[in-house]
């Protein structure tokens, strides 16, 4: 799983009366519009969808508290689980009583699914592993954002020791090129000044299409067809999939945003092997140097686990290492999480007392390698995509608060005078 999980629930009404509310990663806010739009055509209402995250244990309790608080707070309303956590064990869902209907990651957006019906029962969850075609009901963008989301890859073929996404996602899948050109090209013309390419394991993207084009060659494609399209932004990626093609589209075009986020996970080798990982902290460390010499100005960031099981206090010590020797700006710090019926599980753990004192240690180290990329944007003038009134972001993925005004979704001239909070700050030109 290359996405980051976003820990704080969002939350997405639609005009019919309908919430969708998501757990987890960009993925997940992305099908909870598809689900928005679908419950709005479908004209329901009353109904409360949670759209969960199966990552860590912590996403899946959060869920579940999320889902009785509501039933506390709306008696009358239907309530409908989706999502991973619900893909993977829909009995658990479904035994809670508050629960009106389950829904497994392929059913979720599509039509009807949420109107109720006298048959089906209260679980509907379908085989994960036989779905053969990403999502049939794509988006046209992520409302009341400054950017738009294009889903063109789902699932993932890997199966790293520590995780249960791939139960949930099934195998990889990925969307038609021309199919995804006409609909950045359909969104460029509405008027989106950046897109984001998102997926489970995106660099995966053509390896079951014919011909298996690579996803350098996708973005080439894009940038050349739909050339009034400001910006292009990839989600996370593997770094052990990154193809040359895609490093030469770095290395050529300004368009393509300087902001890679890594999927590292650590940077001990014995961890990496149990992980069962494609990469070693030498072939990250490659990687960074190789796209820093055609793309000076890219930043990076990193998915990282602390307290994976048999990680020794040298082992985590390449870890902490690796944020300054990397160069790594920002990072997503996650306490290992075992998730029953992954290898991960089975193995020797470090006590939770260690692993929570890693992991803000890793924070920390993350805290003040934010600092210094941020002490080298000042003085610096900088194009910012302006997510709300006085919030942007570079395009490096810097946040910049600035003075002075500028339209949401627009993109801007900012100068760079400080910083605060994990933040630029900066003034309108």
Known sequence: ??????????????????????FGCRLNAYESEQIRARAEA???QGTIVFNTCAVTGEAVRQARQAIRKARRENPDARLVVTGCAAQIDPAAFAAMPEVDLVLGNAEKAAPGALVPQAEGGRVRVNDIMSLRETAPHLADGLKDRARAYVEIQNGCDHRCTFCIIPYGRGNSRSAAAGEIVERIGRLAAEGWNEIVLTGVDLTS?????PGSPSLGQLVARILKLVPALPRLRLSSIDAAEIDPDLMRVLA????????????????????????KRRHLRADALKLIADVRAVRPDVAFGADLIAGFPTETDEAFANTLALVEEAGLSFLHVFPFSPRPGTPAARMPPVARAVVKARAARLRAAGDLALA???????????????????LARAEDFTEIAFTGQADPGSIAALRITGQDQGRSLAFVL
């Open 1 to 22: 799983m290359t996405e980051a999980a976003d820990p704080h629930p969002q939350v997405a009404e639609t005009s019919a009366g309908a919430r969708v509310i998501t």
């Open 42 to 44: 479908d004209g329901v």
């Open 205 to 209: 993207w053509g390896a079951d299409l």
């Open 252 to 275: 050529s075009e300004p368009r393509l945003m300087p902001y890679l986020h890594l999927s590292l996970q650590a940077g001990d080798d014995m961890i990496l092997k149990r992980m």
């Open 372 to 390: 210094r990329h941020l002490d080298r944007q000042i003085g610096r003038t900088v194009m910012g995509l302006v997510e709300r009134h006085g």
